[in-house]
């Protein structure tokens, strides 16, 4: 979520802004700062240098506190509702305890929510990984209600099990995303992974740089193990989107997921052996979006019979990475009714014996 904008255009925009919020900064033993925020109506993503507050000063009215621990208020008049967010960068010119090129960081929260904290509990100003999803449909962009994307989710967990600190943003589908996000991901797809200043799109692509920047937990897939697994999502998506619970795509999907199962039975309980993977974190979101969506439209039931698929989902199910992130049932099936224009249940669920 965060946006650059110069000190002139701040200037110029400061007369029709409203937000005011208090916030104390304090240094961490990382020599990074870390904010807590106590919000009103709205807020602003600020930055105080220690050594050079002429930044803060620039943009009146904010004060700039003198040294670390005081606090830094700032008001003006704007609607709360039309939320200001914009990053003031620069670097501490000398200190024998703060490195260079460091910026303290202020999350902006929405009218009504609760504090940045609260919001987004992974964040920490010494991260600089954001990782955009899709949002909630109504929600807002940005927005911190998790939509019901697989592919945001993978990204997601995978951050999760690497144990890396990092601020989960969304944005909504459609043609009314921010004109900052669209700068950096031109074609609007998600998810897409902000590393400090680099910008990441495409699941593989996120995947493949967290593991090569973030080794320390490995969730690289053996390339023998790659192909398990990857036809079964478009075995899925052809046989819902035809709107008949007896075309013959079914008879795909079914042989898709029999190989996944055998292959389960003679490797697992993973697709790589003993320890989940990449790819694993790749295909629970896709499996757990086929179970619920064609349960609810077909009350399709993946067969009794693939003991080993039944494992392999109730084990990654379980995970704390994949209960974290997912959707509610209600989101993924409206979100599949939506893309694929779904005129409702089409097969009644069979009654319980």
Known sequence: ????????????????????????????????????????????????????????????????????GDSVSVSASRPPHQLLEARFASSFRSSSSIPRSKFVSLWSTRRGGASSAAMAPHATASSGLEAFGKAKSGSG?????????PFSQRIYIELEEKKLPYEATYIEEGENKPEWFMEKNPKGLMPVLRDGETWIQDSDKIAEHLEEKYPHVSLKTPPQYKHIGLNVFQAFTSYLKVKNPDDKSKDELLKELAALDEHLRAHGPYIAGEKPTDSDYALIPKLHHLRIALGYYYDFQIPAKFTALHKYIDLLESRPSFQNTNSPDEMIIEGWQKKFQLPGRMVQPTAAA
């Open 1 to 68: 979520m965060y946006t650059s904008c110069s000190n002139s255009a701040l200037r110029a925009a400061a007369p029709h802004l409203n937000f005011s919020f208090s916030t104390t900064i304090s240094l961490t033993a990382n020599n990074f700062f870390h904010t807590s925020c106590s919000n009103r109506s709205s807020a602003v993503l600020v930055v105080v240098s220690k050594t050079a507050p002429a930044i803060t000063r620039s943009v009146a009215p904010v004060r700039a506190a003198a040294s670390l």
């Open 141 to 149: 962009s940005p927005s911190k209600e998790r939509g019901d994307c």
